[in-house]
């Protein structure tokens, strides 16, 4: 069977991510052949590394980078690939990852104070737990009683505090009848709520609220001269609460986070009643600095600096906050003791290399062209940047450390392997710049469908859309607002080498991470811990700092085109003079060592691998300033609105193309590793169709899969890599009803049945609404009866044309088709299996002998021969089994699929494997892929009569319009046109547990370590 193609577009983490779980759902190398393009000579996107050996291997970096403890999918990524390395004969870094993180618990924000600044340490204490590692689902209950718990220490802690109604309150109708304070009675009232939250009634929200109200009063009802100096802790109390009121007021609870998103954080919380000296506070900037939360300016004032405007959204924010709070296990932060390019990218070369991954470096992707329909992407357009001389695979890394162990990449590329090497050192190329006049090698290579790539992963940055993603823009529903939605910022970052210690520098610990400070560089940490990997000829420096800020776009001043080559240098200079003149203004604030007599900066302080004497002003240019400006660098944003507008891993809208990076919509939705690891896994799992089950991936609830389920994998993945047997082009009109689960049960095999409804279902229920009395006037409840709910059927009116074996280029079959699918089928004989949802086709009638045998015999199929026809959009059904008649109307104007939200829906119904029945009794499954990606829908109006076999009895049926939501019991319907094709069948006896227990064995033992237990396939 061939290999399915897959190029993957980027070296960043969502695009290894990708290439790394498909690896891990093929480990024998029998399903993908993946190919990872990526521009210039090495890998990690915004987390690249260069290590520069005339400068004593010194990390340059694009910024800082810190994990926290509630990236689970990041460290359990790092913890399966570390033990991928040992399985390969590799040596993680440091052995090992609690050897190559280390834990800080407490963080430094900085106050504005009288004419300078103060810092605040807060302390954060470690939690119980590994990230990365199984963990209970946290819900948003739990998160209003952490919320609670933290105002109340935080309101202990503050002298002269007591939990006491204020003056006035009516103290009945809030507390009950208690004695309590309102935080007392609060606890009291989280305490008793449901842990589902959408099962919290709107009375409860409503009073808890108001108990909320008044315990932020109590809190903070204090006289304006005392205000002027407020207490850090009341700061964070009120925090907590407002949080806490905003979920409860604007329904939160019941939708989850994203319901508020459309807001901007400090707007929202302005509007829940927080205190504009809280919302000024280090506590609040320090969130928007964390984020690189600013997008638009006010105005522009001297050294470039422009006056940047908050921009995040509400509910984003807000879930970030809470996960960052509440939900981190080990250590609040983590340091890294080396690059990522050390702890992570080059792992994952090493490891996918291994495992048969290839790699193009040196590849600049141009264009990305769409098929003559608009449905898939045909051709990729590249520039070759460089050739090796021996015409093999460039080798990217170096070799660094103490002992040389420890793979690293260089900070340019290794000249001597390549042809074009001494021209592009001559001529000094960034061969990552956007504004590099490096031409490339002639001719320009183009990527082309079935040739080289079946399938697609974009994993570049999308500020370099509107360039690459044209076509996708202009003609893929979606493209253009996602685009315009999705804002990026571009960002600085100052590298400062010492020639004395921190302590020395004046920091008051030895490890130091910072935010809320002045721009352009309001964040840095002391990251000396990374120093043992450099390699120095003389006296070694003894600290080693990274600052980091937004670089806020100016109106006034936009990015030239690229053909501006100088662009780049300019605006290094420009920000380069914007830093020194921060340095010598602010730094002494952070470092009070820095300054000597007459305020005067140290620069002797400042390590210089020149080793100048004396020290002067030009020791700073001894460091590493940096921009990002190059539009795939560009950091990420989240601003208000933007996460509706963001597509997920699998539904871009293109039948063969899937999405990986942190502008995918993901459940964080913002830009950091965590995000771009679950973009990378959705992306595999799309590709593989599966479902990986994430932690942090929805507001609700966390779910593993069982090992038991990974059988089902096995099955799905051949499904999904099968040849294809068929394929043709339809146009087709379906019914979509709601029909009685009991009558639908009687379609089924043995072996099959329907999904249970989402809550669970009963035949009796008690009314409230009426009573009955017995002989002895006893009063008694009636009874009422619940029916039982319906279960979606679709009925598909079809005309197939050029219906032919999948290997033939042409010709083909016409024929009509009339058929009635059941999705959200489960098997109920075979554990394995009871997780993975099929659609199942009991009754399917054809105007083709020919197809009606291969229908039988190949794939199981219910099919019969009937007399079959059409009138324009009429249909009619002469067999022995029964009649039907339909007329059809359009009723609407054609789009796709994104276009009516009702019919995009139900794509995932049918998208579902098909399960049939062999003669034999074996259950045989195939995959009938319509390429509703890229298909014509529209809505239909109309009459259908149905009888024997579709129906119990005859009945006539109207279809409801579709420009309102159907109801409950509406049949509703819509036309489409599209390509499809459909798998070779693949015989899996589920029907029968016991003689397929050999295959369950197999697949349970092939999968389970490698996959910990965490795909679940259940759409």
């Given amino acids: 069977m061939a290999l399915r193609k897959i190029a993957i577009l980027g070296g960043g983490v969502a695009a290894l991510s990708a290439a790394f779980e498909l690896t891990e759902q093929d480990p024998q190398h029998q399903l993908f052949d993946i190919t990872v393009y990526t ?16 400068k004593g291997y010194r990390a340059e970096e694009h910024g800082l980078h810190v994990w926290t403890g509630f990236y689970d999918n990041a460290f359990e990524l790092v913890d399966r690939l570390y033990a991928a390395m040992n399985d390969l004969d590799l040596s993680p870094p440091f052995g090992s990852r609690e050897n190559a993180f280390e834990g ?170 927080c205190s504009d000296s809280t919302l000024d506070s280090a506590i609040i900037r320090g969130c928007y600095d964390y984020v690189f939360g600013f997008f638009g300016s006010r105005h522009t004032h001297e050294y470039g600096n422009v006056i940047p405007c908050r921009n995040v959204a509400a509910g984003t924010g807000t879930r970030i906050l809470l996960k960052l709070l509440f939900t981190y296990r080990g ?242 200079a420009r920000q380069r003079r914007r830093m020194l003149h921060w340095v010598e203004s602010n730094l002494h604030f952070l470092w009070p060592g820095i300054e000597g007599p007459g305020h005067a900066i140290r620069w002797e302080r400042f390590f210089d691998y020149r080793a100048y004497s004396p020290p002067t002003r030009r020791r700073f240019f001894a460091q590493y300033p940096r921009v990002n400006i190059n539009p795939s660098d560009r950091y990420v944003l989240s601003v208000p609105g933007s996460v509706f507008k963001r597509m997920e891993a699998g539904k871009s809208g293109v039948d063969n193309l899937f999405l990986a990076g942190d502008w995918v919509r993901t459940g964080i939705n913002a830009g950091c590793i965590e995000a771009s690891v679950m973009a990378g896994r959705a992306a595999a799992a799309a590709i593989a169709g599966v479902d990986i089950a994430m932690p942090n991936a929805n507001d609700f609830n966390d779910v593993s899969l069982p090992t038991a389920l990974l059988p089902a994998l096995d099955l799905l993945r051949k499904l ?40 669970p279902h009963s035949t009796i ?22 029916p039982e709910p319906p279960h979606h059927v679709v009925l598909i009116f079809a005309r197939q044309r050029n219906v032919r074996p999948g290997p033939l280029p042409f010709g083909g079959a016409h024929y009509l088709e009339i058929a009635q699918l059941i999705p959200d089928v489960v098997h109920k004989n075979a554990p394995s299996l009871q997780n993975v949802l099929f659609s199942y086709m009991p009754h399917l009638f054809v105007s083709s002998l020919a197809a009606t045998l291969i229908g039988q015999n190949f794939y199981g199929f219910n099919k019969q021969v009937a007399r079959i026809q059409d009138d324009n959009d009429s249909f009619s059904m002469r067999s022995s089994s029964g009649t039907i008649r339909t007329w059809f109307e359009r009723d609407g104007v054609p789009g796709g699929i994104d276009s009516y939200l009702v019919i995009k829906q139900l794509r ?52 409801a319009p579709i420009s309102k939501p159907p109801q409950k019991d509406d049949s509703w319907g819509f036309r489409f046109i599209a390509p499809w094709t459909l798998s070779l069948p693949f015989n899996f006896p589920a029907g029968q547990p016991s003689s397929s227990a050999r295959n369950l064995a197999r697949a349970t033992g092939e999968y389970s370590t490698a996959l910990l237990g965490r795909i679940l396939v259940r759409r």
């Fill in 39 to 54: 521009i210039g000579w090495r890998l990690g996107g915004k987390g690249a590394v260069g290590r520069d050996k005339e």
């Fill in 104 to 273: 800080l618990d407490r963080s430094v924000l900085m106050e504005p104070f009288n004419s300078g600044w103060t810092s605040w340490t807060i302390g954060i204490p470690p939690h119980e737990g590994i990230p990365g590692t199984p963990r209970p689902a946290v819900s948003l209950v739990d998160f209003l009683r952490s919320l609670l718990e933290c105002s109340v220490q935080q309101s202990q802690s503050i002298a002269g505090f007591t939990d006491q109604w204020p003056a006035g309150t009516q103290h009945s109708a809030v507390a009950a009848g208690t004695t309590d304070g309102p935080f007392r009675t609060a606890r009291a009232k989280i305490d008793i709520l449901p842990q589902d939250p959408r099962a919290v009634s709107p009375s409860d929200a409503a009073e808890l609220q108001t108990i909320l109200r008044h315990a932020r009063t109590q809190l903070c009802d204090k006289p304006p001269s005392a205000a002027m100096s407020r207490d850090p802790r009341e700061i964070v109390a009120e925090v907590a609460l407002t949080i806490a009121i905003g979920m409860l007021s604007d329904g939160v609870l019941w939708q989850g986070f994203d319901c508020i998103d459309h807001q901007e954080w400090t707007d929202w919380m302005r509007s829940n009643g």
């Fill in 331 to 572: 250590s609040f932060f983590y340091l890294l003791k080396a690059t990522m390019g050390e702890l992570l990218f080059a792992p994952l070369y090493q490891v996918l290399t291994k495992r048969h991954v290839k790699f193009e470096f040196f590849t600049k992707v141009e264009h990305i062209g769409l098929s003559q329909d608009k449905a898939s992407i045909e051709f990729i357009d590249t520039t070759v940047q460089a050739t090796t001389h021996s015409g093999n695979s460039y080798d990217p890394l170096i070799w660094i450390g103490a002992d040389g162990t420890i793979p690293s990449w260089p900070s340019h590329p290794d000249y001597c392997q390549l042809v074009q090497g001494q021209d592009l050192r001559d001529q000094r190329i960034d061969l990552e710049s956007a504004w590099t006049k490096w031409p490339g090698v002639a001719p320009p290579r183009k990527l082309r469908r079935g040739r080289d790539f079946d399938d697609v992963v974009l994993g570049i940055g999308i500020g370099a859309f509107c360039t690459i993603c044209s076509d996708l823009i202009c003609h893929t529903p979606g493209w253009r607002e996602m685009v315009d939605a999705i804002k990026t910022t571009a960002t600085v970052a100052f590298q400062a080498w010492t020639s004395v210690g921190m302590r020395e520098l004046g920091c008051k610990q030895d490890r130091t991470a910072l935010s809320g400070f002045v721009l352009p560089l309001d964040t840095w940490a002391d990251l000396s811990l990374m120093l043992p990997l450099e390699k120095w000829p003389q006296s070694p420096p003894k600290g080693l700092a990274y600052f980091v800020g937004s670089l806020v776009d100016d109106p006034l001043h936009p990015p030239p085109p690229f053909c501006k080559h100088s662009y780049p240098a300019r605006m290094l």
């Fill in 720 to 759: 999904a890599t099968n040849a294809v047997a068929g394929t043709g082009e339809i146009e087709a009109f379906c019914v979509v009803q709601q029909r009685p689960r009991c009558e639908l049960e009687k379609m089924l095999p043995d072996g099959l049945t329907l999904l249970e409804p989402p809550a």
């Fill in 765 to 786: 229920k008690t009314a409230h609404h009426g009573t009955s009395s017995d002989a002895e006037g006893k009063t008694e409840k009636t009874p009422e009866i619940i």
């Fill in 908 to 959: 995932d119904k049918l998208d579902q494997p098909l399960v049939g029945v062999q003669p034999d009794g074996n259950f045989i499954y195939s995959m009938l892929k319509y390429g509703l990606g890229g298909a014509v829908v529209q809505p239909i109006k109309g009459k259908i009569a149905l009888s024997s076999p579709f129906a119990h009895k005859a009945e006539e049926i109207e279809l």
